[in-house]
């Protein structure tokens, strides 16, 4: 029995919807390494006074694999670098030090702007891998910089964030 010309054209449609389907789900996911919307950052760090008390050159995170490598490949980061996890949407997130190598400030960042939590994460010890250090908040992005950084430069829970994406 042959197929009519317009069962064939219909299968095909469904085809290339399922298709069109799955890879849109897969960039979602952030399974394409390519789906990354920009690369770096600038973040400024205002105070309650309007004056800039930091400038961080940030990586991107902005996908799903990105944001769970995140700083684990690196050895360390220099005062003024970091890493800016972008999230779809502000919510309540949990971060973990899992497979770092040195200890970083993580500060969650509100859809505003606004600096909603800071937390001083130290070092895992010589026989953990981090997943137990979980430290949490809320807000869309997420900004990792060194330990203490930002007590150094006085910035805290409601200052401004200010992000200028580089590429």
């Known amino acids: ?28 996911m952030g399974l394409f390494p390519w789906s ?7 973040v400024e760090i205002i ?7 930091a400038v961080v050159d940030a990586e991107v995170a902005d996908t ?11 050895d360390s980061l220099d005062a003024g670098e970091g890493m800016l996890f972008v999230h779809d ?28 939590t800071i937390h001083s994460a130290p070092e895992p010890g010589p026989d953990e891998d981090g997943e137990d250090q979980e430290y949490s908040g809320r807000g869309k992005y997420v900004l ?7 007590t150094e430069q006085g910035a805290s829970v409601g200052d401004r964030v200010e992000i200028e994406y580089q590429k």
């Open 36 to 42: 990354s919307e920009h690369s770096e950052a600038t």
């Open 89 to 116: 949407d502000e919510d309540e997130r949990t971060y973990v030090m899992r497979n770092m190598s040195f200890g970083i400030d993580i500060v969650f960042v509100d859809t505003d702007g606004e600096i909603t």
């Open 47 to 53: 105070g309650e006074d309007d004056e800039t008390l």
């Open 64 to 74: 799903r694999s990105e944001r769970l490598t995140g700083l684990s490949e690196h």
């Open 144 to 150: 990792e910089v060194p330990e203490g950084y930002m």
């Open 1 to 28: 029995m042959v197929d009519s010309p317009l069962r064939v054209a219909f299968s095909l449609t469904l085809i290339v919807l399922a298709f069109a389907g799955l890879g849109l789900y897969a960039s979602q």
